[in-house]
């Protein structure tokens, strides 16, 4: 036994013998909640995924890169006509949205709002573990995948997570598979990660996969097909990342209802839709949560884009959601309600609604994350009934 | 000793020694000799020779008007693209970005540039020299995606190689003023609030700590040392007016490159570590005696003997490991060849209870050396351009170089490369790479590079020894790789 392994079951042993520890969730680890965590990364535009339609300053600012035609959530808000099926699912009420929230770091650089957005951790470049890793680490879940190469630092401070992504590189022969377990055989490092290859390379759930060309594999509801098929079985992981890179960085040109930004947000509306369906009856117990490093500019610059901003919207979907709400402490987009009057400001800490989804998901409470270091964030009472918590 | 371990060593300081060629009778030696001279970087064909039949385009710049001028030229281009968005339609507009931006700026720079740091360290005068330089390169990361940087990133890696030979000061300086690093990390726009230019309000730019707190945790003392935000202020403030020089309209005549905006400087003195800097004649010289002064202070010895350990030996090095490098640091004053040669020599002491999981590039270089394969060409490139490409298979390998997501650069443990999906993807490359070298009508030369090493490289009581000794085995191309490559003793270096 290496090191590790023996210093997590003495951890286990530990916490049966001292407080009687028994799972939180049902016996069947098929009852058990699931959590698809999408990143957004380069900085989603709150107000064109979520416009505030009642707002009057709306269009005054954003002449030529207004949603016009937006799908009706309520009075004050929509929701941009490319997101049909959230729309559904809206009306179905499991749909909410977190809107003018996000992190207590207003730096506005990529390189520092993605670290942050991944540990935590308010100051960048401090925390080597992410915030759903250590929350996974505390809570004892024993999987998770993240569909990517490396593991995003989001998942890390976990060991059992794994990571996984659409290969072009032919898959290895049986006689490959057995060679190389039996060469790491005797490697402590190694070893474990025999078993898990000789799984992908032979996995029968994604080998139906293999009749689609690798472009369709690889798009965006390939990678989302790829996490539903893993997710859904009863054994499998109960954590999910999906990560969509660097489109969302719309400094120009980035449209209304069609457009650069509209396109990521079909990709987005794609990517849910076609996990929802891949997820079969697991849907009723998965949350989708999206993240993103900040949001942009309030008004729109001289080249119909945005600029790097603070605060966005926060989606959450599924069948965990039990209300479709806006949960919202909207004060308005004149300049003076703005963040350094250009701004959307973070009215709600979004790492509050993430501890809602933790405790949710792998019921540890708002006390435990903080106690335990594993998540800081700043409580607010308008986030009372997300997620029926 | 058993020649695995010398081989071992090889990889451990270099990318190893092909089966078909001796292992150097004396390692150390043989090391030491790679780190006392500067061998030319350029797009080499397999003999060494600078590769002829290139078109001017895939040239790397050398001077730095050439940078400035390729910079300026891609600013110009991105800026006026950016006056196209309203006119174009966003399918229209994406495509004549793609035409005019991302094929010759951010493609085409950067391949050429991966090219000639490969073809350097397979067919190059020092392959030790290039393990050392992709460390400096990582260590001060300039990475594409700010600010239209992307022809100043190969420059500047390149910039890093001659200050190899001098003393750590002087690398530290370069790296920090040159205008890669101004531009990467946001210093061009890091101004004084009570300068000349914020009093006047010429800018809204303002206070930017990209670089100052970069400055001291990844480039020196590491938080370990326990600065504080005041002291990553005041080298911010310090930092005031450091900007890169381009051919604009405002600077015609100017020599190009770096340039100190006193306009934008924070006047007075500034405060780090207890220290005050204050400029009595002149003050760009308070940056001047900060890096001298970081590159003196113990706490970066410390991070830096550590961090060369981390990268060459081990997660967990040995602490007398650290304990010969850091000695060796303070006592040549940061002389690097002398630090260098304390490294290779703690890799040769250490060499039997460390290991080290390499990146994947450094692995991809490993494999094609010891299987005397070439490299996937990379040049001339377009998108649409048939066949495997070396940026996108190292970015299959989860390395795609030069777009280090982070300026804290590329991963050095061991841990942070060992994943299933990583690992999966070694191994598949493999067959990839096997495939290629039968293409290319190197599979033979391959497969006796394979066969001799796997004598020579691997103990002879672990398994693919004895596997490859099999006809059957070695009849299989991909299996024979595989038992190869695969190996732990291969693997682990």
Redesign the interface.
């Known amino acids: 036994m290496n090191r590790r392994a023996f210093l997590k079951q003495s951890a286990v042993f530990a916490s049966l013998s001292f407080t009687g520890f028994a799972p939180a969730w049902g016996q069947g680890h098929a009852d058990k909640p699931r959590l698809l965590v999408v990143l957004l990364r380069g900085g989603m535009d709150g107000l064109t995924a979520v416009p505030p339609v009642g707002d009057v300053q709306y269009n005054t600012i954003r002449p030529q890169i207004g949603i016009n035609k937006p799908l009706r959530l309520n009075a004050d808000f929509g929701l941009h006509p490319q997101l049909e099926t959230m729309h559904s699912m809206w009306q179905a009420g499991q749909l909410a949205v977190v809107h003018s929230t996000g992190f207590q770091y207003t730096g506005r650089s990529h390189f520092e709002g993605q670290d942050i957005m991944q540990t935590g951790v308010m100051k960048p470049y401090m925390s080597s573990s992410g915030w759903i890793g250590r929350a996974m680490e505390q809570a004892k879940i024993n999987s998770g995948v993240a569909i990517s190469i490396p593991m995003p630092l989001i998942l890390r401070g976990h060991n059992k997570a794994i990571t996984q992504f659409p290969n072009w590189m032919p898959t290895l022969r049986d006689r490959d598979l057995a060679t190389v377990a039996k060469m790491w055989a005797d490697d402590p490092m190694l070893r474990p990660y025999s078993d898990l290859i000789r799984d992908s390379n032979l996995d029968k759930s994604l080998s139906s996969m293999n009749k689609e060309s690798f472009q369709n594999i690889r798009s965006i509801r390939g990678l989302a097909r790829s996490a539903a098929i893993s997710m859904r079985s009863e054994s499998g992981p109960r954590v999910g990342l999906i990560d969509m890179t660097h489109g969302f960085d719309t400094h120009a040109s980035q449209g209304a209802e069609q457009g650069s930004h509209a396109d990521r947000l079909r990709d987005l509306d794609q990517l849910i839709a076609t996990f929802r369906t891949d997820m079969g009856p697991q849907w009723g117990n998965t949350v989708v949560l999206t993240i993103t490093e900040f949001g942009r500019t309030a008004a729109e610059n001289g080249t119909n884009g945005t600029d790097h901003g603070v605060g966005s919207c926060c989606f959450l979907a599924g069948g965990l959601v039990t209300q479709a709400k806006i949960y919202s402490d909207w004060r308005g987009l004149n300049k003076s309600a703005l963040f350094e009057e250009r701004d959307l400001p973070t009215t709600i800490d979004v790492s509050a609604v993430y501890a809602k989804v933790l405790e949710r998901v792998f019921a540890l409470s708002s006390q435990t994350l903080v106690e335990k270091g594993v998540l800081e964030h700043k409580k607010s009472s308008l986030l009372n009934g997300l997620l029926g918590l | 000793m058993h020649s695995s371990l010398v081989s071992k060593f090889t990889r451990r300081v270099a990318f190893g020694v092909p089966g078909d060629q001796a292992l150097p009778t004396d390692p150390v030696a043989w090391a030491n000799a790679q780190v006392a001279l500067l061998p030319p970087i350029d797009v080499l064909e397999p003999n060494g020779e600078r590769r002829q039949d290139l078109p001017p385009e895939m040239r790397l710049l050398w001077s730095m008007d050439e940078v400035m001028h390729a910079f300026e030229r891609h600013r110009r281009t991105a800026r006026l693209?950016?006056?196209k968005?309203?006119e174009?339609s966003?399918k229209d507009?994406?495509d004549y970005r793609e035409r005019t931006i991302f094929s010759p700026y951010s493609r085409l720079e950067h391949w050429k540039e991966v090219q000639a740091r490969e073809t350097t360290a397979l067919y190059g005068q020092a392959p030790v020299f290039e393990r050392f330089w992709h460390f400096w390169s990582n260590h001060f990361m300039v990475a594409p995606?700010n600010q239209n940087n992307d022809t100043l990133v190969g420059p500047f890696q390149r910039s890093l190689r001659p200050l190899m030979l001098g003393n750590f000061r002087e690398m530290l300086w370069n790296a920090v003023t040159h205008p890669g690093m101004l531009v990467y990390l946001?210093n061009n726009r890091n101004t004084g609030p009570n300068s000349i230019a914020a009093l006047k309000k010429w800018t809204n730019n303002s206070i930017n700590e990209?670089l100052g707190r970069e400055l001291l945790?990844l480039f020196t003392l590491s938080?370990s040392a326990g600065y504080t935000q005041k002291d990553v202020e005041g080298a911010t403030l310090i930092l005031t007016g450091w900007r890169e020089m381009k051919p604009d309209k405002w600077h015609k005549g100017q020599k190009l490159g770096t340039y100190f905006d006193l306009n934008r400087h924070e006047p007075g003195s500034q405060e780090v570590l207890g220290k005050n800097y204050t400029a009595h004649f002149r003050p760009s010289s308070k940056l001047e005696d900060l890096v001298t002064d970081l590159a003196q202070h113990p706490a970066t010895a410390e991070h830096l003997a550590k961090k060369l350990c981390v990268y060459f030996l081990d997660d967990t090095p040995p602490a007398a490991a650290i304990k010969s490098v850091k000695e060796a640091f303070i006592n040549s004053q940061g002389d690097l060849s002398t630090v260098h040669r304390a490294v290779i020599l703690a890799c040769w002491t250490h060499l039997e209870s460390t290991q080290k999981?390499v990146s994947p590039e450094t692995w991809f270089l490993q494999v094609l050396t010891l299987s005397g394969t070439q490299p996937p060409r990379t040049v001339p490139v377009t998108k649409n351009t048939p066949g495997i490409k070396t940026p996108y298979l190292l970015g299959?390998?989860?390395q795609e170089l030069p777009r280090c997501?982070?300026?804290?650069g590329w991963p050095i443990r061991?841990s942070?490369w060992?994943?299933?999906?990583?690992?999966?993807?070694r191994?598949?490359?493999l067959?990839?790479l096997a495939n290629m070298s039968q293409r290319n009508g190197q599979a033979m030369q391959a497969m006796r590079c394979i066969v001799a090493g796997s004598q020579r490289d691997i103990p002879p009581n672990?398994?693919?020894a004895q596997?490859l000794l099999k006809p059957e085995v070695q009849a299989?191309m991909?299996?024979a790789w595989?038992?190869y490559f695969?190996?732990?003793a291969l693997?682990w270096s």
């Not at chain 2, 997501?405 to 804290?408: A, K």
């Not at chain 2, 060992?418 to 993807?425: G, P, T």
Request: hydrophobic letters at 40%; aromatic letters at 4%.
């Open positions: 693209s950016l006056k968005a309203k174009l966003t507009y994406q995606g946001d990209n945790e938080p999981f299959d390998l989860g997501p982070q300026p804290n061991s942070d060992i994943s299933k999906e990583m690992l999966d993807r191994l598949r490359a067959g990839v672990e398994m693919a596997l299989d991909r299996l595989l038992a695969a190996s732990p693997l």
